[in-house]
């Protein structure tokens, strides 16, 4: 299978950026404030340099490449969800009392997603390509789910997000949003549109990896003091008393209905 | 195919939700300080003054009496204000909610029941208000069905309400404050 120049040039592009965002990170010290992310792309640029030797070396069509990408991409799954746990943690552990309603929420959310994905692949089990494809799409599917129900704790909430945090995010959400509509396409137009859907796959990795750059380079090493909390029991006497007043708002709105 | 529709739909809508989400965190002003009595509700308590102007008898009394021009006006300015003071519920809910919001974020434990209530009252709030708003803009014809429509959300509020206290039987705690005035 031979690529095309475009294909070396995504490559070649994509490999470029990670190394840059990997620098970067470094020199913001953001492996610091989220670790995980730092060995994602670390994982990401190892796992392109070998295929680019795999695949130049030993060859597409031998079992140690077919077993070495796997490995990588099972790794590459892996790390991500870690990632996606280190972002809902780096943002909302400062606040107890919600960190632990929303830890519970994202949890389930998870669970209930990825058991989906799991599902709905193993229904497929059959055919091998069917099933990667459908774990994959699922998968996808459930990260976008998990960082958007994040971002929406954090508005409701008005928890404020480091930007660094907000656009590692964002550039998570919008990849694996737009491989799930690749993924859906795929099964209509077939493997014949391979190529273009894989172009677009490439170009949407890189405008992910241009939002990690530009979000590490600027990024400042600031050391973010955690928000001072409210004492024990304020919320037990301002709870019931908000919902009360919310309660009498909507008793006003039903009687204006009722006229 | 409908399937695959329904995924790509889905997808799309991630990807908006995404970006929507995005923006308003970016540009969000909301962690910004607002005095505590700015906060409070303001507005309902004129609700006394204002029930006379929602009997329907008054209507028919006056559309017996007057000019049907000078009628008219007077229903334009009766929903005029009517909308003024939805307007105002609205900005009361707005802001107790946001209230409501900072001190649970601030707070080293919250309740599961008193958020979910929270969340189902600012839901059920926006469905009336919506509701309100039609029954005031709309004529008379279709308040009804507005009405019954509204008895149903409040059945609902009433019934979800009961689901949460048997959830979580907490006794509720209740001190003198700001709140009850």
Redo the contacts between chains.
Sequence with gaps: MDLRPLDYGFWAAGTILELLCVIWIWRRGLHRQLPWFATYLGLVLTADLAAWWLWHQVGYTDPKTFYIHWVFEALLLVARALVIAELCRDTLAA????W??SRLLLLAAATALVSFALGTAWGAREAWPAFIYSAQ?GLE?AT??I??LL??V????????R?VT?WVA?GL??Y???Q??L???L??WGNASIPTFSLIRSASYLMALGTWLTAAIRARAEQVSG????P?G?????????????????A???????? | ?SE?LL??L???T??A??AG??R???T?K??EDIPLERLL?RH?QY?PAL?PS???ADAEFLRSQLPRDEFVRWRAERRRI?RKF?AG?EE??RH?????????????????R??F??LW??I??RL??V??WL??SLDAAT?RS??EL??RV?RL?AQVEAVMVALEPRA????D?P??G
């Design positions: 606040y107890a009392g919600i632990k309603l799409h599917m976008a789910g960082l958007l971002l929406a954090c508005r409701y909430y008005r928890v404020p997000v930007p907000l964002f959400g919008f694996a949003g737009v799930t509509a993924l859906a396409a099964q209509i928000p001072v909390l409210l024990v304020l919320y037990e006497q301002t709870a019931p008393q908000v919902n009360e007043q919310l309660q009498k708002l909507n006003r709105l039903l009687e204006i209905l009722r006229g | 195919m695959v995924y790509s889905l997808a799309a991630l990807l939700l995404l989400l995005l308003a965190l970016v969000s909301d962690t509700p309902s609700f029930r929602l009997q329907a009517l939805l519920l009361d809910c107790l909610t946001q209230m409501a919001r900072t001190v649970s974020r601030l707070s080293p434990q919250v309740s599961r008193y958020e209530q929270l009252l600012q059920s709030f009336l208000y509701l309100a029954r005031v308040v507005v009405s509204a008895d409040g509020a509720r705690l209740r001190v404050s709140f009850n």
